[in-house]
């Protein structure tokens, strides 16, 4: 089965380009499968389901989406493997800039939008930094210009990966994407793979509960700012 | 050179020298928090300074960052124009929804403009689609596109991707809260083109020259008119974009001049593909492809009775100009305005 994950700020399309790219793979119904996952509610599986596109929704609620999102991948994994799945997306929304889902070996690839700003590209971060392929959709409503300095603006921070252009509503642009999902690599298991990148840090007082303001509330890992004297 | 060959200097030159040989540098370090920075200090004296925790949260330790910067330099060092030049591309007829073949073969040049034509849903797009991804008998329509007469190589294929084909059409809009100058200069620095200045400038003059109604450099880009808009847009894919294909689907009729717009295109030695239903355009391309049903019914070649024809439409094309004028100036729009058509 292989294995692509899929990731990308919220509303930035990552549904839609993965419908069109399942419709562009062109695979017998039922064996490309997508495991969501998302922090409160969703509403792709809805999307899904009316494509008969076997999926499985899991939300983060209270845990760090990230590491929500790294103890339930190989669960998803081995669901896909029972449900006899040629292809497994995983979609990850409501993360942090600061992480990146991608696991060494497996496509990852990152989703933004043309209409977030030029300068997006380089706030993302890891998740952007550390894809293999990025994805930059709505350019259909931006002038070419813009696309152009957005393209070089993602050059800038990852100048390794492939960026692909590709429109959500109309589907152009995800057959080239589709062709680069069929090279994905074959697995049967992620166990013992490594993460491309660190998750967030964690555990806090926040992290368990706290909900109290003061430093005497705070414990853990817990970075302070440091402001200019006045 | 590669990124490695850069690593000597880089730790030999202090980076305010590295800088100004590579000025994009400028935009990692910012990328990195690291946009002030002490310039006579070499990167690696600078990285010694820095927490190392700040480091990690980019995920790299310090050799990996001077590393990393290498690649950088190294990426955007690379010959500007990896696109090379296109001196044709070919479409080969696949077929259309109902699987009869298409009867084509259409090579087309750069300083052609090659029009398209049919019913809404009849597969324009999925034409231009087909272009820009350099299909090869693998997309719903098995059309195979050649680049100067060959198929193009599967990495080409892939690197190509999105260099190739720039698209104008009339839903594009600008949404970065720049002035006209900025905006211009933005993308100049995109293309790494040196004496920016004068490219800007010319864009600039370009551009209004196209306009029906003139804006200045400090406009903010959002501000425009959609007639100004698109004046814009043309000039600036016709002067600063790289892709050697333009796609355009449908040009406004208003407030701009639409066929010094396609002569500029054209003028700039680039392929002009068009989806358009306005005569004027249409007429004014060397070829037409005519879809139906998914697939190129023909392709006809304008001929010299509709290039008369076109005369007379520019004819009355310039007097439909004349009375949008007259309103813009505020005048009364007087019956003479319009000749008396011959009855025949």
Redesign the interface.
């Known amino acids: 089965m292989k294995l692509i994950t899929v990731a990308g700020p919220p509303s930035s399309g990552k549904t839609s380009v993965i419908l069109k790219t399942i419709a562009a793979l062109g695979l017998p119904e039922g064996s490309v499968g997508v495991v969501k996952f998302d922090s409160l509610t969703s509403f792709d599986h809805q999307r899904y389901d009316e494509q008969q596109i076997p999926n499985q929704t899991a939300f983060a609620g209270k845990i760090c989406p990230d590491h929500h999102f790294v103890s339930n991948v190989e669960g998803a994994v081995e669901w896909g493997m029972k449900k006899g799945l040629s292809v497994l997306v995983t979609e990850s929304a409501g993360l942090c800039n600061r992480c990146s889902p991608y696991v060494n070996g497996i496509l990852s690839v990152c989703v933004i939008d043309n209409l977030s700003g030029v300068n997006t590209p380089r706030k993302i971060g890891p998740m952007l930094k550390y894809a293999d392929i990025i994805v930059v959709t709505k350019g259909d409503v931006v002038s070419q210009a813009e696309r152009e300095v957005f393209a070089f603006n993602i050059r800038e921070v990852n100048a390794s990966a492939t960026v692909l252009f590709v429109n959500g509503i109309t589907g152009q642009g995800a057959f080239m994407l589709a062709r680069y999902w069929q090279d994905a690599l074959d697995i049967r298991t992620l166990r013992d793979r490594k993460l491309r990148f660190t998750m967030p840090a964690a555990i806090c007082s926040y992290c368990t509960g706290e909900t109290l303001i003061g430093e005497m509330y705070q414990m853990g890992m817990v970075k302070r700012m440091e402001f200019d004297d006045v | 050179m590669k990124a490695l060959d850069y690593a000597a200097e880089v730790s030999a030159v202090p980076i305010g020298d590295i800088l100004r040989r590579y000025p994009?540098a400028v935009?990692?370090l910012?990328?990195m928090r690291l946009d002030r920075v002490d310039e006579f200090k070499t990167l690696p004296e600078i990285l010694e300074d820095v927490d190392e925790d700040i480091l990690e949260?980019?995920?790299l330790d310090r050799e990996e960052v001077i590393f990393h910067f290498c690649?950088?330099l190294e990426?955007?060092s690379r010959k500007r124009d990896s696109v090379e030049a296109i001196s044709s591309i070919t479409i080969l007829g696949g077929r259309d929804k109902a699987g009869r073949p298409e009867m084509v073969e259409l090579t087309i040049t750069p300083g052609e403009v090659v029009s398209i034509v049919g019913p809404t849903g009849s597969g324009k797009?999925r034409l231009l689609?087909d272009i820009?991804?350099l299909a090869q008998r693998?997309?719903p329509t098995a059309r195979q596109i050649l680049i100067n007469g060959s198929v193009p190589d599967l990495d080409k294929r892939?690197s190509a991707?999105?260099k190739l084909v720039?698209?104008?059409?009339q839903?594009?809009?600008?949404?970065?809260d720049l002035t006209v100058q900025e905006?211009?200069e933005?993308?100049a620095k995109?293309?790494m083109i040196s004496g920016s200045a004068a490219v800007v400038e010319k864009c600039f003059a370009v551009a209004n020259s196209l306009a029906g109604e003139k804006f200045t450099l400090d406009t903010k880009v959002t501000q425009l008119s959609g007639g100004q808009?698109r004046s814009l847009?043309i000039a600036?894919?016709a002067l600063?974009?790289?892709?050697p294909i333009i796609l355009i689907d449908e040009l406004e009729n208003a407030g701009i001049d639409r066929r010094e717009a396609v002569k500029l295109l054209v003028g700039n030695e680039k392929i002009v593909l068009m989806s358009t239903h306005d005569p004027l355009l249409a007429l004014r391309a060397d070829k037409r492809i005519v879809i139906r049903n998914g697939g190129i019914a023909k392709v006809i070649e304008t001929t010299a009775e509709e290039e008369q024809t076109l005369q007379k439409i520019e004819a009355i094309d310039s007097i439909l100009l004349d009375i949008r004028n007259q309103l813009r100036g505020g005048g009364v729009v007087a019956k003479e305005s319009i000749p008396e058509f011959q009855e025949n």
């Not at chain 2, 839903?171 to 970065?176: A, E, H, R």
């Open positions: 994009l935009d990692y910012a990328n949260e980019f995920g690649a950088f990426a955007f797009s689609e820009e991804c693998d997309t892939f991707g999105g720039a698209q104008l059409s839903n594009m809009n600008f949404v970065m905006f211009l933005m993308h995109s293309r808009s847009m600036d894919t600063l974009s790289s892709s």
